[in-house]
């Protein structure tokens, strides 16, 4: 067992056995190599560094009651990596590799998995980057596909605590038709200057209209929107520029198992004052609850500071039992890694 404080893990790189590599040269994937160097080298001209040929996933494994090792929804990552890839004219990976690529590393580094109770988790990056010299602009001739891994720590170690966002209308994040749908690091290298003014300025995270009106909510920055309506309805907006978030898909599903209606539909960013309850949704945290919105000189309060909306919290309780082996995984979310 490494000696790691699991108590004190935060999100963040740490070292770990290795990770796992793929090369992508004439037309074909290599077999796997285990990588321990954390450190990657490629030709200067790569077209990664160059026209940001590159993508990503974040995904998570967690230990379970049992003593099993899950990994939460991976086919919905691999399909999600697909498209990401065919929208950036790289070879996409195939779901099959994706998930046995997952499988491996995880067996490789099956003593980073944070035991049960811990609130730990193993997070899973896989990477797909451009390698090969490509000096004019065009697809690159080499690729590499990597999956990374690292223990993370429960992000919230006494409840749900609700934060405050903030709208900056002076930038937007993805727009109409262009790259928002899909995960590619532009994505985040056009929020990251937004991103640090809030952070700055007191606001945690950062809340996107659409670009083209500036009308209607699209998403924060690394997560969806998500609003319960005073009468009880689960509302996601509907839009072409932001993620499909794996985590939104599932507690879209839990909230209709729980009898909720649900709606994916534009938001007008009137309609945030009528919302019983607000929260950001994503792997790395589920479920954010937001009691407070900012743009200019508008504040919307939608509940008090330390006030975690019961259906927010029975979401949470809900997705977090099933990935940790407490609730049964009626949907079969939890693909199992036999170590
Ligand atoms: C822009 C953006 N939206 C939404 C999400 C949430 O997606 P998921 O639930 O698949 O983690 C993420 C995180 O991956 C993100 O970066």
């Known amino acids: 067992m490494p000696n790691i404080d699991w108590s004190k893990l935060g999100f963040g790189f740490s070292d770990v056995n290795c990770h796992i590599r793929y090369t992508w040269k004439d037309g074909a994937w290599s077999a796997p190599e285990f990588v321990k160097d954390p450190y990657i080298t490629m030709h200067i001209g790569a077209s990664c560094l160059h026209y940001g040929q590159e993508c990503f996933e974040g995904m998570k494994a967690f230990r379970q009651q049992d003593g099993k090792i899950v990994i939460f929804r991976p086919e919905e990552n691999a399909k999600r990596m697909y498209r990401t890839a065919v929208r950036c004219v790289m070879p996409p990976v195939p779901e099959e590799m994706f998930i046995d690529a997952a499988e491996q590393v995880i067996r490789a ?17 896989p990477l797909l980057i451009g390698t090969g010299p490509q000096i004019g602009v065009a697809p690159a ?29 002076d930038w937007d994040r993805a727009a109409p038709h262009g790259m928002g749908d899909v995960k590619v690091g532009g994505n985040y290298a056009a929020s990251l200057f937004a991103h640090e003014k809030a952070k700055r300025d007191g606001w945690p995270v950062e809340l996107y209209l659409d670009a083209k009106s500036h009308k209607f909510v699209e998403e924060f920055s690394t997560s969806n929107f998500l609003g319960i309506t005073k009468d009880g309805k689960y509302v996601t907006p509907d839009s072409c520029s932001v993620l499909p978030s794996v985590t939104n898909l599932s507690l879209r599903e839990v909230a209709a198992d729980l009898g909720m209606p649900v709606e994916r539909r534009q938001i007008p960013y009137e309609e ?6 607000v929260a950001a949704l994503g792997t790395a945290v589920v479920i954010t609850p937001v009691w407070e919105i900012t743009r200019g000189c508008e504040v919307v309060k939608i509940s008090d500071e330390t006030e975690v909306h019961p259906t927010l919290l029975k979401l949470y309780q809900t997705v977090q039992g099933i990935q940790y082996g407490e609730l049964p995984d009626t949907h079969g979310w939890c693909h199992e890694v036999k170590v």
């Open 109 to 125: 580094n099956a003593e980073y998995v944070p035991p049960y109770g811990t609130g730990g988790s193993l997070y899973l990056r």
């Open 141 to 169: 001739k080499e690729y590499t596909f990597m999956i990374m891994v690292m223990p993370v720590g429960a992000y919230y170690k006494g409840g749900l605590k609700p934060v405050r966002a903030v709208i900056l209308d």
């Open 272 to 277: 945030i004052r009528e919302f019983a309850a």
